[in-house]
């Protein structure tokens, strides 16, 4: 179907065709902003990786895609762009599933018509690649975190807000801490509990968390030190030695 069939009616649909012809002309983008910027930065990073990180890594990408993959963990990690699994890991490609969203957070288990990224993510990787672990992984100075605490932006309203409200009902102790900044790092923790109290609605993860093939763990990253924190069995979190 053409996109001028698919559009009529739909102003969000016209206002993306309008968008995509001032960006594009005959495939070449014709309007250079900051993002002109950045996406020259992307290539001249993308060659230095040909030039020198392909030839390294060339034959553990082509075993990859011969023999597929076996990660051996999910992380469930934030989106900000500070907090990346793979680094703080340092895991190479094929060793690591990652989806990254909002503050870490996993919903409750809801098998509706809607539409559940992370639960897909999940379902992939416990329930398709068998992974053994998943992990959800939060960190300091969370932008999510303090949208749920403080209210979110006029600009973050659409989505941001309501996918904070998986996160409301730690709220309230977090509140209870005596200053903002005890506040804010209260909630980090407590929203990776309820993360992985979620985690346990999945009637698959249940099943493999029960037979002992799978299990779930807490971490919390900060940003300044580089210092990673397991939650443990008592509920709090210890640095890693």
């Given at each position: 179907m053409?996109?001028a069939?698919?559009?009529?009616?739909?102003?969000?649909?016209?206002?993306?065709r309008?968008?995509?012809?001032?960006?594009?002309?005959?495939?070449?983008?014709?309007?250079?902003?900051?993002?002109?910027?950045?996406?020259?930065?992307?290539?001249?990073?993308?060659?230095?990786?040909?030039?020198?990180?392909w030839?390294?890594?060339?034959?553990?990408?082509?075993?990859?895609?011969?023999?597929?993959?076996?990660?051996?963990?999910?992380?469930i990690?934030?989106?900000?762009?500070?907090?990346?699994?793979?680094?703080?890991?340092?895991?190479?490609?094929?060793?690591?599933l990652?989806?990254?969203?909002?503050?870490?957070?996993?919903?409750p288990?809801?098998p509706?018509?809607?539409?559940?990224?992370?639960?897909?993510?999940?379902?992939?990787?416990?329930?398709?690649?068998?992974?053994?672990?998943?992990?959800?992984?939060?960190?300091?100075?969370?932008?999510?975190i303090?949208?749920?605490?403080?209210?979110?932006?006029?600009?973050?309203?659409?989505?941001?807000?309501?996918?904070?409200?998986?996160?409301?009902?730690?709220?309230?102790?977090?509140?209870c801490?005596?200053?903002?900044?005890?506040?804010?790092r209260?909630?980090?923790?407590?929203?990776?509990?309820?993360?992985?109290?979620?985690?346990?609605?999945f009637?698959?993860?249940?099943?493999?968390?029960?037979?002992?093939?799978?299990?779930?763990?807490?971490?919390?990253?900060?940003?300044?030190?580089?210092?990673?924190?397991?939650?443990?069995?008592?509920?709090?979190?210890?640095?890693?030695?």
């Amino acid at each position: 179907m053409a996109l001028a069939s698919r559009t009529t009616g739909n102003p969000y649909l016209r206002n993306a065709r309008n968008v995509l012809r001032n960006v594009m002309v005959a495939g070449v983008p014709c309007k250079r902003t900051a993002w002109g910027d950045g996406l020259d930065q992307l290539i001249e990073g993308y060659r230095r990786f040909r030039r020198e990180g392909w030839p390294e890594r060339q034959r553990m990408f082509q075993a990859l895609a011969q023999d597929g993959q076996r990660p051996a963990a999910l992380v469930i990690g934030c989106v900000d762009s500070r907090v990346d699994p793979s680094a703080i890991f340092d895991v190479a490609p094929g060793e690591i599933l990652t989806v990254r969203n909002v503050a870490n957070l996993v919903p409750p288990y809801a098998p509706d018509a809607a539409y559940h990224g992370t639960s897909a993510a999940l379902e992939f990787a416990v329930r398709v690649l068998r992974v053994p672990h998943v992990v959800v992984l939060g960190h300091g100075q969370c932008g999510g975190i303090h949208a749920l605490l403080r209210g979110a932006p006029d600009e973050a309203q659409d989505f941001v807000a309501p996918w904070m409200g998986i996160a409301a009902p730690a709220r309230a102790q977090a509140l209870c801490c005596d200053t903002p900044e005890a506040q804010q790092r209260c909630l980090e923790h407590e929203a990776i509990k309820l993360s992985l109290a979620n985690l346990m609605t999945f009637p698959w993860i249940t099943e493999r968390v029960a037979d002992g093939s799978l299990t779930l763990h807490g971490a919390w990253f900060a940003i300044h030190t580089g210092v990673l924190a397991l939650l443990g069995p008592d509920g709090t979190f210890t640095a890693v030695a």
